[in-house]
């Protein structure tokens, strides 16, 4: 009815009285895009550039508030108008406004930084959509893009210290990032399931869901299969401890650069794990703090599995072949699959027939006389021997050559003497 | 000249008895098909004894040439028989190709060894590489252990390797010589104290690398009745008996028979096992002087030679 009103008033009025019309009554999208609509609308900024002041018709009537008018969120508009004020979508989406205000974002945005988003950065103007139409920015599909906008952008990296924006876009090539770029799987994580959307906060804040201590909990929340067997192994036991040095599942997994164990390059395939797990067991100051057995990398290395894993034979054994992977024990606890009475069934599931004597010494074995001393006794003799032997080979040979030697130049000197 | 001669009328003879046996086959046939089939078969046997002569006089030259270098070099003297040369080389050729799939388990850091099993196309083949080796080198110690039992030359050579007092005399008499304490050197018999050492090698080797080497290749069977330690130290005593092995072979055998300078680089006695009588006589006197007596004491059997 308003709108009709408008309309008669609009059409049949001067410009003057048209103005004092609108003063009274909000102006409707029609009133708006009697400039708007124009293509060629914009204004100066004060750097010397110009800002378009077009708004697209068709755009603005697909988006989730195009159903309502310009005065909804342009609550001081007028026709024709100066600068407005600031559009506050807190007005309706009150929680959302409190969690961004309390995020990384907000406070910065709060600060006057304009580079970091506010709303209209991540869900844009007069296009927004909801997230669950395919052509939203915030569609799961697209968020990754969102984000990389200005998280692959160098300058805006360095200008506020954060990671190298190689970091990130790491993500594309990750296992979650290929899955939704190329699968195009609406279940795999995008940046918003690990880091939050309004309340995004940095890793190392408490109250980040990325933060240490959080990780478990926040990869268990589509892995949780995994994150069950996880809380219940020694590294599971330590992290809720608070054992800073146990790890988390992007200590062995890796962040954005996640990718499957059946790739070459993850830390966990095959090929890798025994490097990553020996990161933290081959450092001196953890197995000393924690009283863990030491050598475990070379004692691993010195074996036919450690050599043949390096060469690629990936059916050989690594690290969790034997110690399992989410579910790791100590091997003192009897569910332990390195516990001594379980020796001979971990070790059957490469080795068929394997019995009790599998159990019969170490598997990592340490050469000293303590820890192996049959092996020790058997290298001790060939360092003894081969040492004997090498040392008489030469000087059987030096001598025979020194011999052969002496020989020649005596027999040229002698000949000299006979010709004299 | 006369020979020729001989031959010549060797060759009439026989064309005449042909000519014979010709004419009594051929007397059904019309005249015309008769002569042209004599002239073929004339034609075919002319060729014939031609090749014949051709290949005589070769093998002639042949004889006469070695003839002329026996003279030079005197008698060759077979040192190493058929048998023993082909367990020589079957020996080799497993010890060369377990050493180069096994070294590079023992030295996986050393810049050639990924390159080495690079060039089987990985570690699962190497392995198996491996494994032939080792089935060579066991067929070789068994067929030694046959040879040493069955026959005659085995049996003689294996009481001939046993170390005796003679031996460390050599040795002793052998340094005095290099330092130039005296001119005299040791006479060694058949077998030279650094060719005893040589064989003795080989014996103890192949015990331990192929006892240990079967308890890693039937770990699991092993373990059946024996604890994992028994493993862990066939495991060490195969990798230090392999270096111990590798280094007598590169160190001992190849000066001995290889870069010492009377040989450089090598000989081919590994091929056709003979040495020449100046050989003899230089590096083995004893056994040289010990046929010539068997020679002399027992002149029928030389001349029925």
């Not at chain 1, 004020?85 to 929680?95: E, I, L, N, Q, T």
């Not at chain 1, 953890?286 to 009283?291: N, V």
């Not at chain 1, 050989?316 to 034997?322: E, F, I, M, T, Y």
């Not at chain 2, 862990?232 to 870069?259: G, K, R």
Request: net charge positive.
């Amino acid at each position: 009815m308003i709108r009709h009103h408008l309309a008669a008033a609009l059409a049949g009025a001067a410009l003057l009285s048209a103005g004092l019309a609108a003063a009274a009554v909000p102006p409707g999208v029609n009133d708006c895009l009697e400039c708007h609509g124009d293509k060629s609308i914009e204004k100066t900024l004060p750097g010397g550039g110009t800002l378009s002041l077009y708004v697209d018709l068709q755009a603005y009537r697909r988006s989730v508030h195009g159903n309502s008018g310009c005065a909804t969120c342009h609550v001081d508009a007028k026709a024709p108008h100066e600068k407005l004020g600031k559009v506050s979508c807190g007005r309706c989406h009150a929680d959302a406004a409190k969690s961004y205000a309390g995020s990384s974002h907000g406070k910065l945005r709060a600060k006057g930084v304009t580079d970091v988003p506010g709303c209209d950065g991540c869900h844009g103007k007069h296009d927004i959509r909801k997230s669950a139409d395919p052509a939203s920015r915030t569609f799961r599909l697209n968020i990754a893009a969102t984000c990389l906008r200005c998280h692959k952008d160098r300058a805006i990296e360095q200008k506020y210290n954060l990671p190298d924006q190689k970091v990130m876009i790491a993500y594309e090539q990750s296992v979650h990032g290929m899955a939704s770029r190329k699968a195009g799987l609406t279940g795999s994580a995008v940046c918003s399931d690990c880091h939050g959307n309004h309340g995004i906060l940095p890793g190392d804040d408490p109250k980040s869901a990325t933060f240490r201590q959080n990780i478990p909990t926040l990869c268990g929340k589509c892995h949780s299969g995994i994150l069950e067997k996880y809380e219940r192994s020694v590294h599971g036991k330590g992290m809720r401890a608070g054992i800073a040095e146990s790890p988390v599942c992007t200590d062995c997994h890796g962040e954005h650069t996640i990718s499957k164990v059946s790739d070459p390059n993850s830390p966990v395939s095959a090929r890798n794990i025994p490097k990553t797990c020996t990161g933290c067991h081959d450092k001196e100051a953890i197995s000393s703090r924690y009283a863990l057995p030491k050598k475990r990398f070379s004692s691993y290395m010195d074996s036919f599995h450690g050599i043949a894993v390096e060469y690629g034979m990936t059916k050989a054994a690594n690290c969790s072949s034997c110690h399992g992977v989410h579910d790791i024990l100590p091997s003192s606890d009897p569910a332990s699959s390195v516990n001594k009475a379980n020796l001979p069934r971990t070790c059957g599931k490469c080795h068929p027939k394997a019995g009790p004597n599998f159990a019969k010494g170490s598997v990592h074995v340490e050469v000293t006389a303590a820890k192996a001393l049959g092996v020790f006794a058997i290298r001790m003799f060939y360092i003894i021997f081969i040492s004997a032997l090498v040392v008489l080979f030469v000087l059987h040979v030096g001598l025979e050559l020194y011999g052969r030697w002496r020989e020649k130049k005596e027999g040229a000197s002698g000949g000299k003497g006979g010709a004299q | 000249m006369a020979e020729k001669d001989q031959r010549i009328a060797d060759g009439e003879a026989v064309e005449k008895e042909i000519e014979a046996a010709l004419a009594e086959r051929l007397s059904g046939l019309p005249s015309e098909q008769a002569d042209a089939v004599r002239d073929k078969i004339r034609r075919r046997v002319q060729e014939e004894v031609e090749r014949e002569l051709r290949i005589r006089a070769a093998s002639d030259r042949k004889e006469a040439r070695e003839k002329e270098k026996q003279v030079e070099e005197g008698e060759k003297f077979v040192r190493f028989n058929r048998n023993f040369r082909f367990q020589h080389m079957v020996m080799f050729t497993s010890v060369i190709l377990l050493i180069i799939t096994g070294m590079p388990l023992k030295f996986p850091d050393f810049v050639l060894s990924r390159f080495v099993i690079g060039f089987w196309g990985g570690i699962q083949n190497s392995t198996i590489v491996h494994r032939i080796g080792a089935g060579m080198l066991i067929y070789f110690m068994v067929h030694h252990f046959l040879y040493t039992v069955l026959t005659r030359d085995g049996r003689r050579d294996f009481v001939l390797m046993i170390p005796g007092l003679k031996d460390a005399r050599d040795i002793a008499l052998n340094v005095r010589h290099f330092l130039g304490k005296t001119s005299e050197r040791p006479r060694f018999g058949r077998f030279s104290y650094i060719e005893k050492f040589d064989y003795w090698a080989v014996y103890w080797g192949c015990v331990i690398m192929i006892g240990s080497g079967l308890f890693l290749w039937f770990e699991t069977d092993v373990m059946q009745f024996l604890p994992k330690y028994a493993i862990d130290m066939a495991h060490e005593m195969h990798s230090d008996e392999a270096l111990l092995a590798t280094l007598a072979i590169v160190i001992w055998h190849f000066y001995n028979v290889h870069f010492n300078p009377d040989r450089f680089p090598g000989t081919l006695l590994w091929w056709h096992g003979r040495l020449t009588e100046h050989e003899m006589k230089e590096e083995h006197p004893l056994e040289y002087e010990e046929i010539m007596a068997r020679r002399a004491g027992k002149p029928p059997e030389v001349a029925g030679q």
